[in-house]
């Protein structure tokens, strides 16, 4: 198969998670999306932001669509979102003879649900080529598939700067005591811990209240967690702060705005991510990570799964053996008292290593090879994807976080803007 003129692929690019749906995926496609698409119609997006219980239904007006695309346009390589939408990229293989590049996140290949199992996988390993997101996400792949000698690419997911805020620490204290409904007071002279994200057992937050916070408390009483996000554990961890006299040093905040989680970023000392082993269920990626870290925040992460892809240990985070309660501990005191980096360090290199303008850049280099070779060859390895160029720009039209804003469905990426990787010390700095 020739590829387009002037060596730029024609990608047709099918999500069924995309803003104004809200989620990491979500986040990702739009971002991945932003970052391929050239102005030059080389990219055509075929998304569904709407909620995920229709996806039987959802699945027959993807593939509709995705037809008459092919038809009329005839792309040179369809990029599939995630591994759920395998079957439907089998049936367009089949059916119109282009190759197929599918972007493993992990849960899709580590569910344990037979009927899903039986459904879906069969088709994941008859897709032309896979990205994982993470080394994690590669070896969950490579162990639940039977791929052949078909590889297996990491493309790391990136990073835009759109979290990061200048304003003084008591401004953004003001939003967080504002919409969590907190006294000011308390939160200015409390030393705060972040965690965001949903609520499951594998995030470990009920596992850190019962063995971390008890002890980190006796040295500083004045230590307060603040957790963001919803889900199935919040009974649970409830319980867990209840049981252990931590209602004074421990409050769930719930669903917050986006003024509100990028004020947490900002103002957070240690950001959280104590992960915990849970089977077939594995953290694809450590997004939350780097959204917290490129604020300068001092990240600790369990070294699980697709989270020692996102924190690089003593450069823009510490990891933790997941469970080691005694190391968390020891390392989140240490923090406190005093940073192993300056803020402005790791929001640098977080900036510098977690590129989307570079994970799209390999992107379109698979989509090249499969193209002119039906397999895996990238001009480039990408076994280290972290690349130099820092993230573009998101205009404010649809938040990926919410799904709020202006224009729906206008997406921009401007790497030009001088307010890009703007380095200039974080409020924790100053």
Not at 139 to 161: F, P, T, W, Y
Not at 317 to 323: I, N, R, T
Not at 361 to 386: F, V
Not at 405 to 416: L, T
Request: aromatic share 6%.
């Amino acid at each position: 198969m020739k590829s387009s003129q002037h060596g730029r692929e024609k990608i047709l690019f099918i999500t069924r998670k995309f803003p104004p749906s809200v989620g990491g995926m979500e986040t990702a496609a739009y971002e991945l999306y932003n970052a391929l698409h050239d102005g030059n119609g080389q990219v055509e997006l075929i998304a569904w932001g709407g909620s995920n219980k229709w996806l039987p239904v959802v699945y027959f007006w993807l593939f509709g669509r995705a037809m008459v695309s092919v038809l009329a346009r005839r792309p040179d390589v369809i990029l599939l979102q995630d591994g759920v939408m395998a079957p439907l990229g089998w049936a367009l293989k089949v059916l119109s003879g282009l190759p197929t590049l599918v972007v493993i996140h992990g849960l899709e290949v580590t569910h344990k649900n037979t009927v899903y199992r039986s459904l879906v996988l069969p088709f994941i390993k008859r897709q032309t080529a896979f990205a994982a997101v993470s080394e994690g996400t590669k070896c969950a792949a490579i162990a639940a598939i039977d791929l052949g000698s078909k590889q297996v690419e990491v493309i790391r997911n990136g990073l835009s700067d759109v979290f990061y805020s200048s304003k003084p620490r008591c401004e953004q204290l003001l939003i967080v005591a504002e919409e969590a409904d907190l006294p000011f007071p308390r939160l200015e002279h409390s030393r705060l811990l972040v965690t965001t994200g949903r609520l499951v057992k594998r995030k470990g937050v009920s596992w850190f209240v019962e063995n971390v916070m008890p002890k980190i408390i006796i040295d500083d009483p004045g230590i307060l967690y603040l957790v963001a996000g919803t889900g199935p554990q919040r009974t649970e961890i409830e319980l867990a702060i209840k049981q252990n006299n931590l209602t004074n040093n421990v409050k769930l905040l719930g669903r917050v705005s986006d003024e509100c989680l990028k004020a947490l970023y900002n103002v957070a000392e240690v950001f959280v991510m104590p992960n915990v082993h849970v089977p077939n269920d594995i953290e694809g990626f450590g997004l939350v990570a780097i959204e917290a870290a490129s604020c300068g925040a001092a990240v600790v992460a369990s070294d699980l799964d697709g989270i020692s892809d996102a924190v690089v240990n003593g450069m823009n985070g510490y990891l933790v053996p997941a469970g080691d309660a005694s190391a968390y501990t020891s390392i989140i005191t240490r923090e406190l008292a005093k940073r192993s980096q300056p803020p402005s360090t790791v929001r640098r290199y977080t900036l510098e290593h977690y590129s989307w303008t570079e994970s799209a850049r390999t992107y379109r280099s698979l989509a090249r090879s499969i193209t002119l070779n039906g397999a895996i060859r990238p001009e480039s390895s990408t076994g280290d994807i972290h690349g130099t160029d820092r993230p573009g720009r998101r205009d404010g039209h649809i938040h990926p976080l919410t799904g709020v804003g202006g224009e729906q469905g206008k997406v921009i990426y401007r790497a030009d803007s001088p307010q890009d990787g703007n380095l200039s010390p974080s409020p924790a700095d100053k």
